[in-house]
């Protein structure tokens, strides 16, 4: 079966002046269709990069220089603005990490999930707006007759994740990048977000990327898992196995680093120094391109 998403040897480099930055070296991944492959790892590790190459929106100063992208087996790497936009929204969405950033401060919030209809689907204006009380109704919000007419500062963090949830699954994408969607969220409202993103995806069918540094969202979630370092994936498998049986050193480095609620008398572990300079030894060592006669790194 052809992957939804594959992403082939990517490395992507930030421009600096005269000089440039490896920030992606080399990331293969890909995700079946209905799959969610979860991307974890400490904060700089390359993970919004991922998302945002395959979404196209990299920041002006990254550039890729190699590898490619394929979305349903096309090669949408250096595919022009206008088939972009064709994709984004209809076959790819995003939910992104910050909701109050991400919607417009300025609108009520039913003519901003109207907009995402019209603009996509063709929807006129009549339509939308009914069928933007049923999006709001899925994600769960009461009284959705009341919300369309609220500003986006009216609502709790919780709810405004829950209405860009409903813009993200609007056009029912096959596959969402989702970063870090939970994480500007208080404890109890980032359960209740990530039981709603599972129930839509599971109901839907849809594929995501699910990017995020919590191992608990994780195991909550994800079919498979891939942990990634300085823009390197260190170990991808099922997350069943990951949790049983983490084969790198990293993974079971970032798994004594997080808190168990289960266990709430076991003594957090930071990542050792020497684990975290062995690394980058090898980052080093990749960069000079020793790796391609070292294959014990492969
Ligand atoms: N707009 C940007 N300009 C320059 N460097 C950036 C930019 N965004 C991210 N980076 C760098 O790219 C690397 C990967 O960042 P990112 O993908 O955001 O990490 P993560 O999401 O895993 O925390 C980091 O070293 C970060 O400093
Ligand atoms: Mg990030």
Redesign the pocket.
Same mark, same amino acid.
């Given at each position: 079966m052809t992957p939804l998403l594959n992403i082939r040897n990517l490395h992507v480099k !930030?421009r600096e002046g005269a000089a440039s930055v490896p !920030?992606l070296r080399g990331v293969s991944l890909s995700l079946a269709p209905g799959e969610v492959l979860g991307l974890v =790892?400490e $904060? $700089? #590790? =390359?993970?919004?990069?991922i998302g945002k190459a395959t979404l196209g929106i990299l920041?002006p100063? #990254?550039v890729i220089t190699d590898g490619e992208i394929f979305f349903d087996g096309e090669n949408i790497t250096h595919i022009s603005v206008k088939a972009r936009r064709r994709l984004l929204g209809t076959d790819i969405a995003m939910i992104p990490q910050d909701p109050m950033t991400s919607l417009n401060p300025v609108f009520r919030i039913g003519p901003q999930i109207a907009d995402v209809l019209r603009l996509h689907l063709g929807f006129r204006a009549k339509e939308a707006n009914q069928r933007v009380l049923e999006l709001l109704d899925d994600v769960h919000i009461n009284q959705p007759e009341r919300v369309v007419k609220l500003y986006p500062h009216e609502l709790s963090g919780g709810m405004r994740q829950r209405v860009l949830i409903a813009i993200a699954f609007a056009c029912r994408p096959r596959l969402i990048i989702a970063d870090e969607p939970t994480t500007a969220l208080d404890v109890t409202v980032q359960r209740q977000v990530l039981r709603l993103i599972k129930e839509l995806q599971s109901a839907l069918g849809t594929a995501i990327l699910f990017?995020t540094h919590d191992l608990g969202v994780v195991a909550k979630i994800c079919n498979r898992v891939g942990v990634i370092h300085a823009g390197r994936i260190l170990e991808l498998s099922s997350a069943q196995n990951l949790f049983k049986a983490p084969a790198h050193p990293y993974t079971q480095a970032l798994m004594a680093a997080t808190p168990r609620y289960d266990r709430p008398n076991n003594a957090l572990h930071p990542v050792p120094e020497a684990l975290v300079k062995h690394l980058w030894d090898d980052v080093r060592r990749y960069d000079r391109g020793d790796f391609a006669k070292d294959k014990s790194h492969a």
């Open positions: !930030i !920030i =790892g $904060s $700089s #590790a =390359g993970k919004t990069m920041p100063q #990254a990017v």
